[in-house]
């Protein structure tokens, strides 16, 4: 078996109208249904948001690794992950990711292959790799 570097650990009680709670004080809120989705929305957030936050900071600590591999200097980067749920062909749901990385000062063409060369080491990436579609992007 592999030895963790970390292991994080949440608990919910009530799905996804219900509470999260880490197993340090630093996670703590409400879990509110979308309107979208039939809830009543508010305060809260959900599932899809959380998944969007960590796989937006995970990839782009993995961008600024790569950057430095490469010795491209870049600043100031943002990433915008958007994550969507949506009914599969099976009749089930699934989820679908948008990566948008923002460099400024970096042209395209470099700031498309580290958006590349990061998909390829995040561990977020690795983990839905074949399993959910992931579009990257640069803006």
Same mark, same amino acid.
Do not use: W
């Given at each position: 078996?592999?030895?963790?570097?970390?292991?994080?650990?949440?608990?919910?009680?009530?799905?996804?109208?219900?509470?999260?709670?880490?197993?340090?004080?630093?996670?703590? %809120?409400?879990?509110? &249904?979308?309107?979208? $989705?039939? /809830?009543?929305?508010? *305060?809260?957030?959900?599932?899809?948001?959380?998944? =969007?936050?960590?796989?937006?900071?995970?990839?782009?600590?993995?961008?600024?690794?790569?950057?430095?591999?490469?010795?491209?200097?870049?600043?100031?980067?943002?990433?915008?992950?958007?994550?969507?749920?949506?009914?599969?062909?099976?009749?089930?749901?699934? %989820?679908?990711?948008? &990566?948008?990385?923002? $460099?400024? /000062?970096?042209?395209? *063409?470099?700031?498309?292959?580290?958006?590349?060369? =990061?998909?390829?080491?995040?561990?977020?990436?690795?983990?839905?790799?074949?399993?959910?579609?992931?579009?990257?992007?640069?803006?």
């Amino acid at each position: 078996m592999i030895t963790p570097l970390y292991t994080a650990s949440a608990t919910v009680v009530g799905g996804r109208e219900g509470h999260a709670h880490s197993d340090s004080p630093k996670l703590d %809120l409400d879990l509110r &249904l979308p309107k979208e $989705m039939g /809830g009543p929305g508010g *305060e809260g957030t959900n599932p899809e948001q959380l998944f =969007a936050a960590g796989y937006a900071a995970c990839f782009e600590s993995a961008l600024m690794l790569v950057a430095r591999m490469k010795k491209i200097p870049v600043k100031d980067v943002t990433i915008n992950a958007q994550v969507s749920l949506h009914k599969t062909e099976a009749g089930g749901f699934g %989820l679908g990711v948008q &990566l948008r990385g923002m $460099m400024p /000062g970096l042209p395209r *063409e470099q700031a498309e292959e580290l958006m590349k060369a =990061a998909h390829g080491v995040c561990p977020y990436s690795s983990a839905t790799r074949g399993n959910i579609e992931v579009k990257l992007s640069v803006e």
